[in-house]
């Protein structure tokens, strides 16, 4: 049965895109079945893999019930099944925003049938704490969070372990937080170093030990349309990527 992860944090630019797709892919070089879901309608993971995102079966389809979820799986031949964004989400969300109670659970009643087929299904959110975050985050086991470790963006972490919380109280979901993961680390500079200082002291227990190099190198294999693990495996990024999904694999089958 699949472990579900979402990819969230309410900052634009914190790395959530790049993490979800690059974790995607570090799963599915240790062996793992994975399925990634672009949940934002800003579609940067489906435009991120090549995936043209105008004619594509999607999860707008599903939510509009066009298509049962399994027709729009994508295989971006990654070495991982995709469920593609379009832009017509940003309209569901608004319609999922009028009852919550009623929209909370329909991304996890969607991935029911899925669970057998997966090791892992990771889903991507917008930058916000909309209901596609909401939904996600309800159908999820775990939300991982990446963040810039500067001082201002490490400001938006409470208020995303604050809606995990909500979301938790609110929706009885089962949420727990698999971690932080700081991304566009300066490596080798002091104030990288003090950085991950701070938010190590201030999450304890939460920050995960393999912190995302900067590198114009992510922004390059995005281009080329590819995971930076196939678009450049012994970049630091990459093998930092292999280890967080190495770290997750371990996680679970302690806890297994
Ligand atoms: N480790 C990194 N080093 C340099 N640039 C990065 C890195 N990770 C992401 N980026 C770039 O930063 C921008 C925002 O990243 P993205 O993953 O899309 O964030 P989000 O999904 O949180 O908005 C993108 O242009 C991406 O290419
Ligand atoms: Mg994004």
Known sequence: MATIITVTLRKGGSGKTTTAVNLASSLAKHGKKVLLIDLDPQANATLSLGVDIVNTPNIADVLQGKHPIEHVINDPLKGFD????????????????????????????????????????????????????????????????????????????????????RVKEGYGANVEILGIVPTMVQTGTNIADMMIDQLKNDYPDLVLPYPIPHSIKLTESQLANEPITDYDPSHPASVAYMQLGKHIIWKEEDNG
């Open 82 to 165: 995709l469920i593609p964004s379009n832009q017509i989400l940003a309209q569901i969300e608004a319609t999922l925003a009028t009852d919550p109670s009623k929209y909370a659970q329909i991304i996890k009643s969607l991935l029911a049938p899925l669970l057998p087929r997966y090791d892992y299904i990771l889903i991507d959110t917008p930058p916000s704490e909309s209901m596609l975050t909401i939904t996600a985050l309800v159908a999820s086991d775990y939300a991982l969070i990446p963040t810039q470790a500067h001082y201002l963006a490490m400001h938006g972490l409470q208020q995303a372990l604050d809606l995990i919380t």
